[in-house]
Protein backbone atom coordinates (compact mmCIF):
# COMPACT_ATOMS: atom_id res chain seq x y z
CA UNK A 1 0.00 0.00 0.00
CA UNK A 2 0.72 3.46 -0.66
CA UNK A 3 1.91 5.59 2.44
CA UNK A 4 0.75 8.78 2.96
CA UNK A 5 3.14 11.74 3.73
CA UNK A 6 1.45 15.42 3.76
CA UNK A 7 3.97 16.80 6.28
CA UNK A 8 0.80 18.33 7.75
CA UNK A 9 1.05 17.35 11.35
CA UNK A 10 -3.11 17.43 11.60
CA UNK A 11 -3.04 15.72 8.41
CA UNK A 12 -0.84 13.21 9.03
CA UNK A 13 -2.63 12.24 12.71
CA UNK A 14 -6.01 11.57 10.95
CA UNK A 15 -4.58 8.88 8.10
CA UNK A 16 -2.38 7.08 11.06
CA UNK A 17 -5.57 7.00 13.46
CA UNK A 18 -7.49 6.20 10.73
CA UNK A 19 -5.01 3.38 9.25
CA UNK A 20 -4.74 1.83 12.48
CA UNK A 21 -8.59 1.61 13.12
CA UNK A 22 -9.48 0.26 10.03
CA UNK A 23 -6.79 -2.22 10.61
CA UNK A 24 -8.45 -3.16 13.89
CA UNK A 25 -11.62 -3.45 12.41
CA UNK A 26 -10.79 -5.37 9.55
CA UNK A 27 -11.23 -2.71 6.81
CA UNK A 28 -8.91 -2.96 3.57
CA UNK A 29 -7.51 0.98 2.62
CA UNK A 30 -6.57 1.40 -0.79
CA UNK A 31 -4.84 4.30 -1.56
CA UNK A 32 -4.30 4.55 -5.66
CA UNK A 33 -2.56 6.93 -7.62
CA UNK A 34 -4.83 6.56 -10.40
CA UNK A 35 -6.96 9.71 -11.43
CA UNK A 36 -10.00 7.84 -11.05
CA UNK A 37 -11.18 4.07 -9.37
CA UNK A 38 -13.51 2.37 -10.48
CA UNK A 39 -16.53 1.04 -8.25
CA UNK A 40 -18.47 -1.32 -10.08
CA UNK A 41 -17.89 -0.04 -13.26
CA UNK A 42 -18.67 3.33 -12.43
CA UNK A 43 -15.76 5.92 -12.11
CA UNK A 44 -15.25 7.58 -8.69
CA UNK A 45 -12.90 9.55 -6.56
CA UNK A 46 -13.38 7.40 -3.57
CA UNK A 47 -15.92 4.67 -2.18
CA UNK A 48 -16.29 2.55 1.21
CA UNK A 49 -17.42 -0.71 -0.29
CA UNK A 50 -18.97 -2.93 3.19
CA UNK A 51 -19.18 -6.29 1.29
CA UNK A 52 -15.45 -6.42 0.16
CA UNK A 53 -15.02 -4.57 3.66
CA UNK A 54 -13.01 -1.71 1.41
CA UNK A 55 -12.41 1.99 1.49
CA UNK A 56 -10.93 3.20 -1.58
CA UNK A 57 -8.94 6.37 -2.45
CA UNK A 58 -7.64 8.03 -5.13
CA UNK A 59 -5.14 10.58 -3.87
CA UNK A 60 -4.22 12.14 -7.78
CA UNK A 61 -5.54 15.40 -6.90
CA UNK A 62 -5.05 18.78 -4.76
CA UNK A 63 -4.13 17.71 -1.20
CA UNK A 64 -8.20 19.47 0.08
CA UNK A 65 -9.87 17.27 -3.00
CA UNK A 66 -8.74 14.14 -1.54
CA UNK A 67 -8.77 14.79 1.82
CA UNK A 68 -12.06 15.68 1.55
CA UNK A 69 -12.98 12.29 -0.24
CA UNK A 70 -11.06 10.18 2.29
CA UNK A 71 -12.36 11.49 5.35
CA UNK A 72 -16.15 11.24 4.04
CA UNK A 73 -15.50 7.69 2.81
CA UNK A 74 -13.95 6.69 6.52
CA UNK A 75 -17.21 8.22 8.25
CA UNK A 76 -19.07 5.97 5.71
CA UNK A 77 -17.24 3.13 7.31
CA UNK A 78 -18.19 3.93 11.00
CA UNK A 79 -22.04 4.09 9.81
CA UNK A 80 -21.54 0.60 9.25
CA UNK A 81 -19.29 -0.20 11.88
CA UNK A 82 -21.94 1.48 14.57
CA UNK A 83 -24.38 -0.26 13.01
CA UNK A 84 -26.22 2.98 12.86
CA UNK A 85 -29.82 2.58 12.44
CA UNK A 86 -29.70 5.54 9.42
CA UNK A 87 -26.60 3.27 7.07
CA UNK A 88 -29.40 -0.08 8.31
CA UNK A 89 -32.74 1.35 7.31
CA UNK A 90 -31.03 2.82 4.34
CA UNK A 91 -28.74 0.51 2.83
CA UNK A 92 -31.43 -1.93 0.59
CA UNK A 93 -32.76 1.76 -0.49
CA UNK A 94 -29.40 3.00 -1.48
CA UNK A 95 -29.25 0.21 -3.89
CA UNK A 96 -32.41 0.07 -4.70
CA UNK A 97 -32.19 3.69 -5.92
CA UNK A 98 -28.87 3.60 -7.81
CA UNK A 99 -30.49 0.16 -9.68
CA UNK A 100 -33.11 2.35 -10.71
CA UNK A 101 -30.72 4.67 -11.75
CA UNK A 102 -28.64 1.87 -13.98
CA UNK A 103 -31.72 0.84 -15.03
CA UNK A 104 -31.62 -2.56 -13.36
CA UNK A 105 -35.29 -2.18 -11.97
CA UNK A 106 -38.39 -0.10 -12.23
CA UNK A 107 -39.84 1.98 -9.39
CA UNK A 108 -43.48 3.92 -8.61
CA UNK A 109 -42.85 7.30 -8.14
CA UNK A 110 -43.76 6.71 -4.46
CA UNK A 111 -41.39 4.13 -4.25
CA UNK A 112 -38.89 6.48 -5.93
CA UNK A 113 -39.31 9.33 -3.44
CA UNK A 114 -38.90 6.54 -0.51
CA UNK A 115 -35.64 5.04 -1.18
CA UNK A 116 -34.18 8.38 -2.53
CA UNK A 117 -34.95 9.97 0.67
CA UNK A 118 -33.25 7.27 2.45
CA UNK A 119 -30.44 6.84 0.54
CA UNK A 120 -29.80 11.04 0.76
CA UNK A 121 -29.95 10.62 4.77
CA UNK A 122 -27.02 8.73 4.19
CA UNK A 123 -25.69 11.31 2.53
CA UNK A 124 -26.34 13.45 5.18
CA UNK A 125 -25.45 11.96 8.52
CA UNK A 126 -22.20 10.59 6.64
CA UNK A 127 -21.41 14.61 5.81
CA UNK A 128 -22.38 15.79 9.34
CA UNK A 129 -19.78 13.31 10.75
CA UNK A 130 -17.51 14.42 8.27
CA UNK A 131 -17.77 17.96 9.62
CA UNK A 132 -17.25 16.69 13.03
CA UNK A 133 -14.00 14.94 12.30
CA UNK A 134 -12.80 17.94 10.41
CA UNK A 135 -13.03 19.71 13.63
CA UNK A 136 -11.79 16.97 15.81
CA UNK A 137 -8.46 16.58 13.91
CA UNK A 138 -8.00 20.65 13.02
CA UNK A 139 -7.81 19.31 9.70
CA UNK A 140 -6.91 21.93 6.59
CA UNK A 141 -10.41 22.42 5.17
CA UNK A 142 -12.35 25.31 5.53
CA UNK A 143 -15.87 23.93 7.66
CA UNK A 144 -18.28 26.45 5.35
CA UNK A 145 -16.87 25.71 2.64
CA UNK A 146 -17.02 21.88 2.96
CA UNK A 147 -20.75 22.10 3.83
CA UNK A 148 -21.41 24.22 0.46
CA UNK A 149 -19.53 21.14 -1.73
CA UNK A 150 -21.84 18.39 0.72
CA UNK A 151 -24.87 20.35 -0.28
CA UNK A 152 -24.12 20.42 -3.42
CA UNK A 153 -23.45 16.74 -3.48
CA UNK A 154 -26.69 16.40 -1.58
CA UNK A 155 -29.28 17.88 -3.06
CA UNK A 156 -28.21 16.27 -6.59
CA UNK A 157 -30.20 13.33 -5.29
CA UNK A 158 -33.48 15.27 -5.93
CA UNK A 159 -31.89 16.30 -8.87
CA UNK A 160 -30.95 12.60 -10.00
CA UNK A 161 -34.38 11.36 -8.82
CA UNK A 162 -36.07 14.24 -10.90
CA UNK A 163 -33.66 13.40 -14.21
CA UNK A 164 -32.27 9.83 -13.73
CA UNK A 165 -28.90 11.50 -14.59
CA UNK A 166 -25.51 10.99 -12.25
CA UNK A 167 -22.99 13.46 -12.91
CA UNK A 168 -19.79 13.01 -15.38
CA UNK A 169 -16.51 12.58 -13.54
CA UNK A 170 -14.20 16.11 -13.39
CA UNK A 171 -17.81 18.10 -13.47
CA UNK A 172 -18.90 16.91 -10.04
CA UNK A 173 -21.47 19.65 -8.26
CA UNK A 174 -19.20 19.82 -5.44
CA UNK A 175 -16.61 21.49 -7.90
CA UNK A 176 -18.88 23.83 -9.91
CA UNK A 177 -18.89 27.67 -8.41
CA UNK A 178 -22.16 28.83 -9.75
CA UNK A 179 -23.31 25.74 -7.71
CA UNK A 180 -21.11 26.33 -4.38
CA UNK A 181 -22.20 29.98 -4.49
CA UNK A 182 -26.43 28.56 -3.92
CA UNK A 183 -25.56 26.61 -1.48
CA UNK A 184 -25.70 26.79 2.17
CA UNK A 185 -22.72 26.97 4.95
CA UNK A 186 -24.02 24.13 7.37
CA UNK A 187 -25.86 21.33 6.90
CA UNK A 188 -29.21 22.32 8.85
CA UNK A 189 -31.09 22.44 6.66
CA UNK A 190 -34.04 19.28 5.44
CA UNK A 191 -32.62 19.11 1.63
CA UNK A 192 -36.12 18.16 0.63
CA UNK A 193 -36.68 20.99 -2.52
CA UNK A 194 -34.51 21.66 -5.30
CA UNK A 195 -35.38 25.20 -7.12
CA UNK A 196 -35.08 25.87 -10.83
CA UNK A 197 -31.94 27.62 -10.81
CA UNK A 198 -30.24 25.23 -9.58
CA UNK A 199 -31.56 21.91 -10.95
CA UNK A 200 -30.57 23.83 -14.06
CA UNK A 201 -27.10 24.33 -13.11
CA UNK A 202 -27.21 20.59 -11.88
CA UNK A 203 -27.03 20.35 -15.56
CA UNK A 204 -23.60 20.94 -16.51
CA UNK A 205 -22.36 18.29 -14.52
CA UNK A 206 -24.07 15.48 -17.21
CA UNK A 207 -23.68 17.06 -20.24
Partial sequence: MIKLKTYNRNVDKFISEMLEDCEKRGIN???????YLKDDGIKTN?????????????VNHA????????????CHS???QEKDPIWINGGDSYNKFFEWLGGETRLSKKDLNYHCRKALMIELDCERRTVKM???YNLPISQSEYCRRASAYIYFYLFVKKMKRWYKIGKEPYRND???????SN???????????????YMECVE
Fill in 29 to 35: VLISLEK
Fill in 46 to 58: GYFDEDRKTLAIS
Fill in 63 to 74: LKDWLCVLVHEY
Fill in 78 to 80: LQY
Fill in 134 to 136: IKK
Fill in 178 to 184: NILKLMP
Fill in 187 to 201: LDGSYSRLNKKILSL
